[in-house]
């Protein structure tokens, strides 16, 4: 296994960490789980976290006096700090817990609709043709409701994004330009900068949507310049060895503060009388209501755990591995590859076609061989059609993927050229 370059050092040691991948299934035959770009797996020590929280310091935050409140919002703010160091962000505060990533975009996009930002006709939100639908639908609803206008970057050949024209699509009346970081589908690494610097020379809001991205690249927010630096960073905690139900929102301050409440309630207010209301401050005017206490609680310990792994190294493993399966799907014949060739501008979610089988065929078959990938369209209807396809097969790796789980899947697409006689 190490005779692979880039491979996480004592990989077989981490994989131990990952309770699940020691199931079997489909008759007693191993997992190989490729479907970390949908969710990935949980290590035993986000597991654990999560239990002894539940057992020993379950209670509300921020409002009992008692020793398990306490504990319970020591926890859970020991959750956002957790966050802030895996972002590098430049204050803890600007750290917003939500449910999901997809719920970090409908905040922005929905507090966008009034207030002080608000956007109204002649203004111009511009995204692109690889989003994920979390990063379509939420601003075709806000221009939808304000008469603001949706714009959008077309895609190469190749599956990465058309720049040709951007001074041409991001101008004076641009208000928001919200991307993908990484495509969930084609696996395309966006070149945010140089975006973001575009998009604050017309002063622009920029809205990135991580979810792809936080499981495998290092980032560290307080460390890029400020022209080049997002507005907003979203990321879902299910995609980085955490929990499900826990997503983070990451605002700069000015941004944060300049846009009014998106849910009133409980710990979002400073003051209420039956004629009106003031708000709290950053984080809470943003978190009304009781939290996901348990589900921050376990993501913060996921990201301890990739931290303590070192992304770097997580992200030298993804770009192995994912360079590895490039060269292993390419033997298959009738099978086309949808994205970027190059491992080293990609991630590890890599879409194809296998001809003359439906993607849902191909998952299971695979599936019958204890192989787990998805099929569909990836919540990604815009970028299939861009390529003339309904749907595809996707495998995505991360860092308990192991060469032998990437010739097994290899194997298993042969297995389904022979079941359905592709060769004649």
Same mark, same amino acid.
């Given at each position: 296994?190490?005779?692979?370059?880039?491979?996480?050092?004592?990989?077989?040691?981490?994989?131990?960490?990952?309770?699940?991948?020691?199931?079997?299934?489909?008759?007693?035959?191993?997992?190989?789980?490729?479907?970390?770009?949908?969710?990935?797996?949980?290590?035993?020590?986000?597991?654990?976290?999560?239990?002894?929280?539940?057992?020993?310091?379950?209670?509300?935050?921020?409002?009992?006096?008692?020793?398990?409140?306490?504990?319970?919002?020591?926890?859970?703010?020991?959750?956002?700090?957790?966050?802030?160091?895996?972002?590098?962000?430049?204050?803890?505060?600007?750290?917003?817990?939500?449910?999901?990533?997809?719920?970090?975009?409908?905040?922005?996009?929905?507090?966008?609709?009034?207030?002080?930002?608000?956007?109204? /006709?002649?203004?111009?939100?511009?995204?692109?043709?690889?989003?994920?639908?979390?990063?379509?639908?939420?601003?075709?609803?806000?221009?939808?409701?304000?008469?603001?206008?949706?714009?959008?970057?077309?895609?190469?050949?190749?599956?990465?994004?058309?720049?040709?024209?951007?001074?041409?699509?991001?101008?004076?009346?641009?208000?928001?330009?919200?991307?993908?970081?990484?495509?969930?589908?084609?696996?395309?690494?966006?070149?945010?900068?140089?975006?973001?610097?575009?998009?604050?020379?017309?002063?622009?809001?920029?809205?990135?949507?991580?979810?792809?991205?936080?499981?495998?690249? /290092?980032?560290?927010?307080?460390?890029?310049?400020?022209?080049?630096?997002?507005?907003?960073?979203?990321?879902?905690?299910?995609?980085?060895?955490?929990?499900?139900?826990?997503?983070?929102?990451?605002?700069?301050?000015?941004?944060?503060?300049?846009?009014?409440?998106?849910?009133?309630?409980?710990?979002?207010?400073?003051?209420?009388?039956?004629?009106?209301?003031?708000?709290?401050?950053?984080?809470?005017?943003?978190?009304?209501?009781?939290?996901?206490?348990?589900?921050?609680?376990?993501?913060?310990?996921?990201?301890?755990?990739?931290?303590?792994?070192?992304?770097?190294?997580?992200?030298?493993?993804?770009?192995?591995?994912?360079?590895?399966?490039?060269?292993?799907?390419?033997?298959?014949?009738?099978?086309?590859?949808?994205?970027?060739?190059?491992?080293?501008?990609?991630?590890?979610?890599?879409?194809?076609?296998?001809?003359?089988?439906?993607?849902?065929?191909?998952?299971?078959?695979?599936?019958?061989?204890?192989?787990?990938?998805?099929?569909?369209?990836?919540?990604?209807?815009?970028?299939?059609?861009?390529?003339?396809?309904?749907?595809?097969?996707?495998?995505?790796?991360?860092?308990?993927?192991?060469?032998?789980?990437?010739?097994?899947?290899?194997?298993?697409?042969?297995?389904?050229?022979?079941?359905?006689?592709?060769?004649?």
């Amino acid at each position: 296994m190490s005779a692979l370059p880039g491979l996480l050092p004592d990989l077989e040691i981490v994989r131990k960490d990952f309770p699940i991948l020691e199931r079997t299934v489909a008759d007693g035959q191993r997992l190989v789980y490729l479907d970390s770009a949908n969710t990935s797996q949980k290590p035993q020590i986000v597991i654990d976290t999560m239990v002894d929280h539940l057992e020993r310091h379950n209670a509300n935050v921020a409002r009992a006096m008692h020793t398990l409140g306490s504990e319970s919002t020591e926890a859970f703010e020991g959750a956002r700090d957790a966050v802030a160091s895996f972002l590098g962000a430049p204050e803890r505060d600007e750290i917003i817990f939500t449910k999901n990533a997809s719920e970090a975009i409908n905040l922005v996009a929905n507090t966008l609709a009034w207030g002080d930002r608000a956007l109204k /006709p002649g203004d111009v939100v511009v995204t692109t043709e690889m989003e994920h639908h979390s990063n379509i639908v939420p601003w075709q609803i806000l221009t939808q409701r304000t008469g603001a206008t949706l714009k959008w970057f077309s895609l190469t050949d190749d599956g990465q994004l058309d720049l040709s024209n951007i001074d041409e699509l991001i101008t004076e009346d641009t208000t928001v330009v919200t991307l993908t970081w990484v495509s969930n589908m084609l696996g395309t690494v966006n070149p945010i900068a140089r975006i973001t610097r575009r998009a604050h020379e017309v002063g622009a809001l920029v809205v990135v949507d991580a979810a792809q991205a936080a499981p495998v690249l /290092p980032i560290n927010l307080a460390a890029m310049a400020p022209e080049e630096r997002p507005d907003f960073v979203a990321f879902t905690g299910h995609k980085t060895v955490g929990p499900t139900g826990i997503g983070v929102l990451w605002g700069a301050r000015s941004a944060l503060e300049s846009l009014p409440p998106f849910l009133g309630g409980g710990e979002m207010i400073a003051t209420v009388t039956m004629a009106r209301s003031t708000y709290a401050g950053i984080p809470h005017k943003f978190e009304a209501g009781t939290p996901p206490i348990v589900e921050a609680v376990g993501l913060g310990a996921a990201l301890t755990y990739l931290s303590h792994l070192g992304m770097e190294n997580v992200h030298r493993h993804e770009q192995a591995i994912t360079a590895y399966a490039l060269e292993g799907l390419r033997t298959v014949r009738g099978l086309t590859i949808m994205g970027p060739a190059d491992a080293a501008v990609r991630g590890g979610a890599i879409s194809f076609e296998l001809a003359g089988v439906h993607p849902h065929d191909v998952a299971q078959l695979l599936d019958s061989r204890g192989i787990a990938i998805r099929a569909g369209h990836h919540c990604a209807k815009p970028a299939h059609a861009r390529f003339g396809v309904q749907a595809s097969t996707r495998m995505s790796s991360y860092l308990y993927t192991t060469p032998a789980e990437i010739d097994a899947l290899v194997e298993g697409l042969e297995y389904t050229r022979s079941y359905f006689r592709l060769d004649g």
